[in-house]
T-cell receptor, first 110, second 115 residues
């Protein structure tokens, strides 16, 4: 059973606009969430994280929002750039390990 | 600092064979985790090693095993390969014991193809 779900396998956004990537989880015991970005032929790289005691964390163009009651988090990228085109994974911390979603492929076009 | 390195980058094996993959973590990182990535399944956690001890294990059969050496380098072994084992195997290291210890640093992966 997939505890961390990314229901949109792909997303296409125009350069300069906002990209919103969504992630849902089922386990209310998750207390820390992370987003990773992955380019082809490379390993995922850490992007941004958020603790369950917060509802928002911002880092430059990237903002993560957490809605604990809905068990939902989202990653906002503003403005989107062509270099943001990649696969994005959300992950949740369960005790001592990370549970990853299946990923969303973001394509930013000119 | 050098990043996480994995060898080999690509591997082709036949069903029934065994394979060993290697991972060298970032200097100073004592935790090494292994993941399997397949299309539609995301990153599936295999196991984590810390100070030469397996700390966590995912839901994979016993054909998947690993170990960690005193210099924190880790190896993963898959015995009696099956076609379904074809995947990208990723290794990640983290410093542990620090606030950001769950920010894992991934290597480029080993692409294993089983024929």
């Amino acid at each position: 059973d997939q505890q961390v779900k990314q229901n949109s396998p792909s997303l296409s956004v125009q350069e300069g606009r906002i990209s919103i990537l969504n992630c849902d989880y089922t386990n209310s015991m998750f207390d820390y969430f992370l987003w990773y970005k992955k380019y082809p032929a490379e390993g995922p790289t850490f992007l941004i994280s958020i603790s369950s005691i917060k509802d928002k964390n911002e880092d430059g163009r990237f903002t993560v929002f957490l809605n604990k009651s809905a068990k939902h988090l989202s990653l906002h990228i503003v403005p989107s750039q062509p270099g943001d085109s990649a696969v994005y994974f959300c992950a949740a911390k369960e005790t001592d390990k990370l549970i990853f979603g299946t990923g969303t492929r973001l394509q930013v076009f000119p | 600092k050098a990043g996480v390195t994995q060898t080999p980058r690509y591997l082709i094996k036949t069903r029934g064979q065994q394979v060993t993959l290697s991972c060298s973590p970032i200097s100073g990182h004592r935790s090494v985790s292994w993941y399997q990535q397949t299309p539609g399944q995301g990153l599936q956690f295999l196991f984590e090693y810390f100070s030469e001890t397996q700390r966590n294990k995912g839901n994979f059969p016993g054909r998947f095993s690993g170990r960690q050496f005193s210099n924190s380098r880790s190896e993963m072994n898959v015995s009696t390969l099956e076609l379904g084992d074809s995947a990208l195997y990723l290794c990640a290291s983290s410093p542990r014991g620090q606030v950001s210890s769950y920010e894992q640093y991934f290597g480029p992966g080993t692409r294993l193809t089983v024929t």
